[in-house]
């Protein structure tokens, strides 16, 4: 009975690897994530309007940005990139950002992720160096949002990058 038992932990311990190991050699291409193209605008705050473009795949690279005014002058903004590179969507943000009566914007951040799953209307992305994160993206109803998260720690608040509704 006790070899029984044994075998059949074997057993269960090898299938939870090898769906854990397809799960993981799945493969994304750019076209996973064309649902995303277009020009998406929240005007929730209308002091502060937020705006996020992506332009339809071109190549190995789908190009975006982000930018975000406040009583008509350009606060911050991002350039967006998606790229294939080897068997990973990579996706990368840089941050722009000026300080309150300053002309001149700088880099603030730069973050790169990687797509661990897309289905229709859908993409998980962990930030690369800190697994913990998590930034997900979603269009329902047709409202694109984005909100990154600590998957450690289940009452951290989650952090709203955008949540937009498609524009002509």
């Known amino acids: ?91 990368r943000f840089d941050l722009y950002s000026r300080k309150e009566n300053d002309e001149a914007f700088s880099m603030t951040s730069s973050t790169r992720l990687k797509l661990l799953l897309a289905r229709d209307n859908h993409a998980e992305f962990t930030v690369i160096g800190e697994e913990n994160w998590r930034l997900t993206m979603d269009v329902e109803a047709g409202v694109l949002s984005g909100f990154m998260e600590d998957q450690n720690d289940p009452n951290a608040e989650r952090f709203y990058s955008y949540v937009g509704r498609k524009q002509p």
């Open 1 to 91: 009975m006790n070899k029984m038992l044994t075998g059949v932990a074997a057993l269960m311990a090898t299938f939870a690897f090898t769906v854990a190991q397809a799960a993981s050699e799945t493969t994304y291409s750019l076209d996973d994530l064309s649902w995303l193209e277009g020009r998406w605008a929240d005007h929730r705050d209308p002091e502060v309007p937020i705006e996020v473009r992506w332009n339809s795949k071109e190549g190995d690279a789908m190009v975006g940005s982000w930018r975000k005014t406040k009583n008509g002058a350009l606060v911050a903004y991002e350039i967006l990139t998606m790229r294939k590179i080897g068997g990973d969507v990579v996706y």
